[in-house]
């Protein structure tokens, strides 16, 4: 049963830091493209952040291309999402992804389809 769980959510206020967790089961994801993706009330699911297995290449959305950083630990089957500066216009519920389909490719994926597993989702509320 491969299982990825998200956790490091909660209320913070505008300008805080925070960082979430995703912690993958059931298999080795050392050669998945990984990703954060996020989904506001009422809006679509939306592309965050990416990061390749190979080289940890790294995409990001331009709405927090400097504010937050992606990384991930293969040893640990983990991904970790930094979040700094946070701002009301970052409320959402993130989720961690991976990407089965593109496993052991040199190919970086952002869009929703490509992402075969998802975690539950942990909310992030900005707000002061």
């Known amino acids: 049963q491969v299982t990825l769980v998200e956790s490091g959510g909660g209320l913070v206020q505008p300008g805080d830091a925070q960082r979430l967790s995703c912690a993958a089961s059931?298999?080795?994801?050392?050669?998945?493209?990984m990703a954060w993706f996020r989904q506001a009330l009422g809006k679509v699911r939306e592309f965050v952040a990416g990061?390749?297995?190979?080289?940890?290449?790294?995409l990001y959305a331009d709405s927090v291309k400097g504010r937050f950083t992606i990384s991930r630990d293969n040893a640990q089957n983990t991904l970790s999402l930094q979040m700094n500066n946070l701002q009301p216009a970052d409320t959402a519920v993130y989720y961690c992804?991976?990407?089965?389909?593109?496993?052991?490719?040199?190919?970086?994926?952002?869009?929703?389809?490509?992402?075969?597993?998802w975690g539950q989702g942990t909310r992030v509320t900005v707000a002061s």
């Open positions: 059931g298999r080795s994801f050392s050669n998945y493209p």
């Open positions: 990061i390749n297995w190979n080289d940890n290449s790294t």
């Open positions: 992804a991976a990407s089965h389909r593109y496993a052991g490719y040199n190919f970086l994926p952002t869009g929703v389809p490509a992402y075969d597993y």
